[in-house]
């Protein structure tokens, strides 16, 4: 199996950027597509980016393309989303989550093992 560690959340002003690493132990992670997902209290957790096993491909949500950015060091076991003018919108828990299916990778019940999660806050 493999654990995720999240790291990387914190507070920032609105139209601030941040950086959220994901830390992969265990077994090899590099075969498995990997996700970012976030979520706020009473709400479903909503898809964010995913990228291919190589990096080759990335996907994102409408709501953060062209601000957020997912990348995968291999050789390091890290997975990271690169967030730049954050809005308050980007409030909520990030999640990084292992495999999921290419055929529907929005749904984070196809995803297999997850991290526990970094909080972002962004303040007006």
């Known amino acids: 199996q493999v654990q995720l560690v999240e790291s990387g959340g914190g507070l920032v002003q609105a139209g601030g950027s941040l950086r959220l690493s994901c830390a992969a132990s265990?077994?090899?992670?590099?075969?498995?597509?990997m996700g970012w997902f976030r979520q706020v209290p009473g709400k479903e957790r909503e898809f964010v980016a995913r990228?291919?096993?190589?990096?080759?491909?990335?996907y994102y949500s409408d709501s953060v393309k062209g601000r957020f950015t997912i990348s995968r060091d291999n050789a390091k076991n890290t997975v990271y989303l690169q967030m730049n003018n954050l809005q308050p919108e980007g409030r909520a828990v990030y999640y990084c989550?292992?495999?999921?299916?290419?055929?529907?990778?929005?749904?984070?019940?196809?995803?297999?093992?997850w991290g526990q999660g970094t909080q972002v806050t962004v303040s007006s």
């Open positions: 989550a292992g495999r999921g299916s290419m055929y529907d990778y929005i749904a984070p019940e196809n995803y297999d093992y």
């Open positions: 265990g077994r090899s992670f590099s075969s498995d597509a």
């Open positions: 990228v291919s096993w190589n990096g080759g491909r990335t």
